[in-house]
Structure formats: structure tokens, C-alpha cells
């Protein structure tokens, strides 16, 4: 038809088929992005560079697809046909993604268990994560190439002319923007990843099943086969994938990508998992201990004693390991810095026990907890519940459901103190909380009296990395202070004042915290002072000409963290200075450490801490009569 011809109702119908398969083909095609990318998180990681790879193997599919029909458009007799035979096929190969996925687990376990942990390895695991991208979106993406080409050259076709181009990709752009807010914000946290990838699959299908109805022949045998035909198999191959994929919980939740295996379901016991907005939250207990994990990575944990501990029970007072100290230690070193704190601001609910920690001052007023995902606040009220109770039950607790960022901009509120207790920077989004912008922003918001603290991890992480955030520290704060809080934590305490507070440990003897604290062994204050392992004046010398400083504009933290996961590094460097009884930042600052006279050993994994008791041990006179006796013993026997 010419284009300044009249529209016949034909060709009015084929105009509005065709918009309305280029709007369904959208949302489709995004809600199966949102979720490849969310299942794939669980396989390879949420790091930035793992979204990179499932960027590109979805785009990759797209553009393979279009620059296919590219080729092939013009003989084709029936478009509309062949436009309905290629939306049937996405849908089935959609659906054909769930058993890949699962096997995908394997996959990853099997290459970890091979790879070495080198550079070399590294850069395998890279391609091989792509691959596994490839393996999962591809031959749907594919698909998804194709409709766009036929939809706008159907039309062109037809003589609506090149702006049927613009409205084609016009209406496309905007089932799009339908789709992303549809999967990630109202679906997917109501009915989870398989059901909602099988949604997207049955819309696909059905728009293809209508396409092959309305171009299909059904006076002929063959035409009502092909249509009644695919229709039927593609019932069946929902159906199979409804009844035939189980999604297990403990697969989903086993962080395959760090641990390189797939736990057996007898060995923990996932008592609660939600896929949420942002993430896939499970709670369990494994070996005696409870735990959350975000999209397979454990975010805290505590020894069951925390949440079964009888009231005032003081028999069995037990050293603390694990993550206990620092989720103990960040509030209440904070705390003992700041004791007449009133307002609190608290970046990540995590295992809720920060919140709850500074809970038991009688002079805070508000805190308030910072958290991007909801489910992890339901997730660690299962989880922690009642050790945690206070962040929950107690009127001056709240929750905010926001990125801390835009919390603090849009509020600009001013806090006594702000503890920044995010997932590891290595997860994508995390690291700009790690930031020389975020950190001289965060100055604004507190008191004139206010303590920022950050936790930071040395595990699966190298020392120029930590420096980073130190010297990102450095340069924003006229004041700091870090802490040992256990085996791979440490805490940083900054200020806008010239100088860090003496702390008051007496905080540990607030009524509230001294019943949490009831069934651990009690911390002198000689123990808490064994924390430190030095502040701005120590450090100053290094971190003043230290060039490589995280930002936001030179994300380094966000771009080398997973490498150094990869590589099972350690901050070494930082470690040393508080692995032994000598303080070898001292001599910078004449600080001296005395000895200590308490011989119970609260925190062994604290080296400094674990020395201070040995010494004390040692000092004891029974033991030095108990060595006495022993050597007596042996002179005889010669």
C-alpha cells in the first residue's frame, strides 16, 4: 500500500497487533533480565564486574539476533508467521533457562574446585562466568533480537512509512521501563524469581500463540496443527517447568561462587528465605550457629548461646569468637567515645545487634536503622530474635527503607553518632559508602560532638585496598581512631573535632548491656584499651602521600575487591601491627601498654588482647609454682 493511501481495518489492526506485541515483547524481555541477573547474582556474584558479564551476554544475544533477521527478512513470505513462531520460541527457551541455571551450581563448584587461586585463575574464572552468562541468556536474548527488526520492517511493509519506526521503539522503550518497575519493584518480592521468569515466559508465548492465530491458515490441517500444536506444548512446557524445577533453598543460599561447593541440605537448617527487591535474604543455622546471608553471602552471625541464653545466667560464661565481638564492639566502642550520645544512625540492619547494642544506653533517644532491603530486617528478627530484641521491640528504634545516601541528603539530619556497617565493598553499590565524597558528605550530618564509625574487613581483601578507605578517612576527617574488634574486623572512630574522646568503658556496664553481656566473659577495661591500634597521629606518615584514595570518580575499592576475594588475600600489613603483645606504633607516639593482671581470656582471636592475658598467665603465681614444680620434677628425674 502507498503511504498516502487510507488505512484499510486490516491494516489497522496489523498496526495495533503490532504495538501491542512490541509493548508485551518489553516487559517480557526485561523481567526475564531483572531475574537472569538476580539467579546469576547467586552463581557468580553481585560484584560489579559480574553485572558486567550478564550486561553484556543479554546484549549480546540482542544484537546476535537483530544482525541475524537482518539477514534473512526479506524472504520471508508471512512475517507475521515467522514474528509468532520466534515469540513462542522465547518463551520455551525462557522456561529452558531454569534447569540451566540449577546446573549452573554445579558448574561453578566444579570450575572453583579446578582453578587455582592466581592471577591466571582469575582470568578463567572471568570467562567461564561469562560463558555460564551465555549458557543461560543467550538463546532467548536471541529471540528477543529478532522482533524488533520484524515488527518495524512488518509495518514499513505495510506503508505506515519510517515513523512507524519511532512509534515502534517508542512503545517498546516504554513497556520497558513497564517491565523493570513491574519485575523488581512489585512482582518479584511477591512471588519470587522461578514464578516470575514463568510469567514472563507465559506472556511471550501467548502473544505468539495469538500472532500464529490471526497469520496462520486454519482451513487448512496444517495451520490449525501449527497453532492448536504450540499452543498445546507450550501448556505442557510450562507445566513442566512449574511442577519439574525446584528451586532449593539451600542450592540458592550456598554462595557457590566464594566457597566453591554445594552444601548438603543436613548440613544447616534455612529456616527463612525471601527473594527481595535487591536481593535474596536466607537465614539459617549451621554448626551451632545463626546466620543471614544476602544473595549466598553471610552478612553476621552468633553463636546460638546469644539467642538461648537464660536471663541473669552467669554459669557458664563463655569466651566470645566469631562475629560476636564486632557486632558487640562497633556500638559499644562507639559508645564509650561518645556516652552521652542521644541520636543514633545505624547504615545496615545486618544481624540488628548494632541497633540493639546502643539500644541499652539510657541516655540515646533515637536510633535509627538504615536499610535498602526489607527483607533483611524480616530475615534477621528470624534469624536473631531475641538476642537482638531492643532494635525491634523498643520505642526508640526505627527503620528506614532507603539507600543511606539519599536517607541523609533528602533528611540532612545531624546525628550524635552515624555507624556505617554495610555488606562487603566488593558487593556492587557497597563501595561508594567507602568513599572520600560519602565520607566528607557524612561530616555534615553529625553532631558537634558526633563520631562517625566504619567497619572494615581484612579478609579477601589486600592492604593497598584498605588503605584506601584509611587514606579516604584520612583526608576527610581532622580526627581518628582504628580498632582491632576481631580476627578479620577492624572499626574506624573519626570526628570534626581535633581529637578522638578517651573513651568511658563503664558503657559495658549499663544495666541493658550487661544482661547481654551476662553469658561472656567480662572485658576489663585494660582488654578494651588493648583494642586500638592507633589514630592520625600514627599514621599520618603513610597515608598523607598515599596517591591511591577510594572515590567515587576512581572506584578502586568497587573495581579490585572481587579480584582479591578471587585471590583469598589478606590485609596482611595491617594485620601485623596488632598480632603480637609489642605495640609497633608506639614508638610514634610514646603510647606504652601495661601489663595486664586479669587472666580470663574473653577474645582470643583479639591478638593483642589473647597476649595481654598469656602474659598475665604467665605472671600468675600459681603457674609460676605450677613451672616451679615442674622443673623440680625434672631436675629429680636426671
Do not use: C
Amino acid at each position: 500500500r502507498h503511504p498516502t493511501q487510507e488505512a484499510t481495518p486490516a491494516t489497522r489492526l496489523l498496526w495495533r497487533l503490532m504495538l501491542a506485541v512490541s509493548f508485551g515483547t518489553a516487559v517480557a524481555s526485561f523481567m526475564y533480565e531483572i531475574v537472569w541477573i538476580r539467579m546469576l547474582s547467586l552463581v557468580l556474584g553481585s560484584a560489579t564486574h559480574s553485572f558486567e558479564l550478564m550486561l553484556s551476554a543479554f546484549i549480546l544475544g540482542l544484537a546476535l539476533g537483530s544482525l541475524w533477521i537482518r539477514t534473512y527478512a526479506d524472504r520471508l513470505t508471512n512475517p507475521v508467521l515467522t514474528l509468532g513462531m520466534v515469540q513462542w520460541a522465547m518463551g520455551l527457551l525462557a522456561l529452558a533457562t531454569l534447569p540451566v541455571y540449577l546446573w549452573s551450581f554445579d558448574w561453578m563448584a566444579s570450575l572453583l574446585g579446578a582453578l587455582q587461586t592466581t592471577e591466571n585463575g582469575y582470568r578463567f574464572f572471568t570467562v567461564a562466568r561469562y560463558v555460564v552468562s551465555l549458557a543461560v541468556m543467550l538463546p532467548a536474548t536471541f529471540a528477543a533480537g529478532i522482533t524488533l527488526p520484524l515488527i518495524t520492517r512488518t509495518l514499513l511493509e505495510s506503508g505506515r512509512g519510517e515513523r512507524a519506526i519511532g512509534y515502534v521503539y517508542g512503545i517498546n522503550t516504554l513497556g520497558s521501563i513497564v517491565g523493570v518497575v513491574l519485575a523488581g519493584i512489585v512482582l518479584l518480592p511477591l512471588i519470587g524469581l522461578k514464578a516470575l521468569l514463568i510469567y514472563a515466559a507465559i506472556l511471550d508465548i501467548v502473544l505468539g500463540v495469538v500472532l500464529l492465530r490471526l497469520s496462520a491458515d486454519l482451513r487448512s490441517a496444517r495451520g490449525r496443527a501449527l497453532v492448536y500444536g504450540t499452543a498445546v506444548a507450550a501448556a505442557i512446557a510450562v507445566m513442566a517447568a512449574n511442577l519439574g524445577v525446584t528451586f532449593q533453598r539451600n542450592v540458592l543460599a550456598s554462595g557457590v561462587y566464594r566457597y566453591g561447593r554445594v552444601p548438603p541440605s543436613s548440613a544447616r537448617d534455612i529456616f527463612f528465605y525471601e527473594d527481595g527487591r535487591t536481593a535474596s535474604v536466607a537465614a539459617g543455622l549451621a554448626g551451632g550457629r545463626y546466620y543471614i546471608s544476602t544473595n549466598g553471602k553471610p552478612d553476621a552471625s552468633l553463636d546460638s548461646a546469644w539467642v538461648h541464653k537464660v536471663e541473669g545466667d552467669t554459669s557458664a560464661q563463655q569466651q566470645m569468637t566469631g562475629d560476636e565481638t564486632t557486632q558487640a564492639f562497633l556500638p559499644l566502642i562507639s559508645l564509650a567515645h561518645r556516652p552521652g550520645a542521644q541520636t543514633a544512625a545505624v547504615i545496615g540492619q545486618g544481624s540488628g545487634m548494632t541497633s540493639h547494642f546502643l539500644l541499652g544506653s539510657p541516655q540515646i533517644r533515637e536510633v535509627v536503622t538504615i536499610e535498602i532491603e526489607p527483607e533483611m530486617i524480616a530475615g534477621s528478627r528470624a534469624a536473631f530474635y531475641p538476642a537482638n530484641a531492643r532494635v525491634f521491640d523498643d520505642p526508640r528504634s526505627t527503620f528506614v527503607i532507603d539507600d543511606a545516601k539519599s536517607y541523609f541528603a533528602a533528611g540532612r539530619r545531624r546525628f550524635d553518632l552515624i555507624i556505617s556497617e554495610p555488606s562487603n565493598p566488593w558487593v556492587s553499590g557497597v563501595s561508594g559508602l567507602f568513599t572520600i565524597e560519602f565520607y566528607q558528605r557524612v561530616r555534615q550530618y553529625l553532631s558537634d560532638d558526633g563520631l562517625f564509625a566504619q567497619w572494615l574487613h581484612l579478609y579477601e581483601i589486600d592492604d593497598e585496598l584498605v588503605l584506601s578507605v584509611l587514606a579516604a578517612l584520612h583526608h576527610s576527617f581532622p580526627a581518628y581512631d582504628v580498632f582491632h574488634t576481631a580476627r578479620g574486623d577492624i572499626l574506624i572512630l573519626a570526628t570534626n573535632r581535633q581529637a578522638i574522646p578517651r573513651p568511658d568503658w563503664s558503657v559495658f556496664g549499663f544495666a541493658s548491656v550487661e544482661r547481654d553481656l551476662s553469658h561472656a566473659i567480662p572485658f576489663t577495661p585494660a582488654h578494651l584499651d588493648a583494642t586500638r591500634i592507633g589514630g592520625q597521629q600514627e599514621f599520618a606518615p603513610l597515608l598523607d602521600r598515599w596517591q591511591r584514595i577510594n572515590s567515587d570518580f576512581y572506584p578502586v575499592l568497587d573495581l579490585e575487591t572481587e579480584r582479591s576475594r578471587f585471590l583469598r588475600r589478606t590485609a596482611v600489613g595491617v594485620l601485623r601491627l596488632v598480632e603480637e603483645r609489642i605495640d609497633i606504633l608506639a614508638p610514634f607516639t610514646g603510647r606504652r601498654i601495661p601489663f595486664a593482671t586479669e587472666t580470663s581470656d574473653p577474645a582470643p582471636h583479639i591478638s593483642r588482647m589473647h597476649a595481654l592475658t598469656a602474659g598475665a598467665m604467665l605472671r600468675a603465681p600459681r603457674i609460676e609454682d605450677s613451672l616451679r614444680f615442674a622443673m623440680d620434677e625434672d631436675l629429680a628425674a636426671q
